[in-house]
T-cell receptor, first 116, second 115 residues
Framework: DAGVIQSPRHEVTEMGQEVTLRCKPISGHDYLFWYRQTMMRGLELLIYFNNNVPIDDSGMPEDRFSAKMPNASFSTLKIQPSEPRDSAVYFC??????????????FGPGTRLTVT | AQKVTQAQTEISVVEKEDVTLDCVYETRDTTYYLFWYKQPPSGELVFLIRRNSFDEQNEISGRYSWNFQKSTSSFNFTITASQVVDSAVYFCALSHNNAGNMLTFGGGTRLMVKP
């Protein structure tokens, strides 16, 4: 398997622009997670999906952030409008998970976002 | 509330030394899972190990070993005979079994192994 795929790997944009990050989870995984990593706050969970349905978005910082998962093999995280404080590395991860089991998450390579 | 504490923010050792990375967690769940991830300079997060709360046996994988002690809520990671390639940031994480597979990460420990 190719692992979790994220695009783009790097994104530089100007404040106020819309940014869309993309993720393809590992085939067969039914959980998908979006994280943000910054020096100040470390790794933060933004939102996660189970079987394409958003389960918990309490980590989404504000209304400028939105995430969708239209099918089992694709998810997007959108920031509109972007601000300099959104600069971070955004990771997508996927995992198997069923019943009482809790399975390891496999991470994509991340998207390094810089908002100027 | 779930919490993971990695008190060592940075550790520096010389190659071939043994090093232990500490992890202390807090949870009210009776069933939970603990994880270690490695983040090398290239930036990706690599899964190393998962441990469930019912299994306190220590685990060894090559030069890596993990010591899980429920009595002290600790899940420490030891690298034996460290190598330069072990230089990375290591994260300990705790799952919220009652909330799907959400992970709470510790702040990470940066390990620098010098030749």
């Amino acid at each position: 398997d190719a692992g979790v795929i994220q695009s783009p790997r790097h994104e530089v944009t100007e404040m106020g622009q819309e940014v869309t990050l993309r993720c393809k989870p590992i085939s067969g995984h039914d959980y998908l997670f979006w994280y943000r990593q910054t020096m100040m706050r470390g790794l933060e969970l933004l939102i996660y999906f189970n079987n394409n349905v958003p389960i918990d978005d309490s980590g989404m910082p504000e209304d400028r952030f939105s995430a969708k998962m239209p099918n089992a093999s694709f998810s997007t995280l959108k920031i509109q409008p972007s601000e300099p404080r959104d600069s971070a590395v955004y990771f997508c991860a996927s995992s198997l998970g069923q019943g009482m089991g809790s399975y390891e998450q496999y991470f994509g390579p991340g998207t390094r976002l810089t908002v100027t | 509330a779930q919490k993971v504490t990695q008190a060592q923010t940075e550790i520096s050792v010389v190659e071939k030394e043994d090093v232990t990375l500490d992890c202390v967690y807090e949870t009210r769940d009776t069933t939970y899972y603990l994880f270690w991830y490695k983040q090398p300079p290239s930036g990706e997060l690599v899964f190393l190990i998962r441990r469930n709360s019912f299994d306190e046996q220590n685990e060894i994988s090559g030069r890596y070993s993990w010591n899980f002690q429920k009595s002290t809520s600790s899940f420490n990671f030891t690298i034996t005979a460290s190598q330069v390639v072990d230089s990375a940031v290591y994260f300990c994480a705790l799952s919220h079994n009652n909330a799907g597979n959400m992970l709470t990460f510790g702040g990470g420990t940066r390990l620098m192994v010098k030749p």
